[in-house]
């Protein structure tokens, strides 16, 4: 699993991310916008 750093402001203790679809993680299915924070690739038009 990739970490990246970032806190979450309203949940306490919660100063890491996960970086999806990289390593052993997937990533999200059917993720139409945003898709590189979430590791979907671009749909076939």
Do not use: E, F, W
């Amino acid at each position: 699993m990739l970490i990246r750093g970032g806190r979450v402001k309203d949940l306490p203790g919660v100063r890491y991310h996960t970086v999806r679809g990289t390593l052993d993680t997937q990533g999200v299915q059917n993720r139409k916008q945003g898709r590189s924070k979430y590791g979907a690739k671009r749909p076939k038009s």
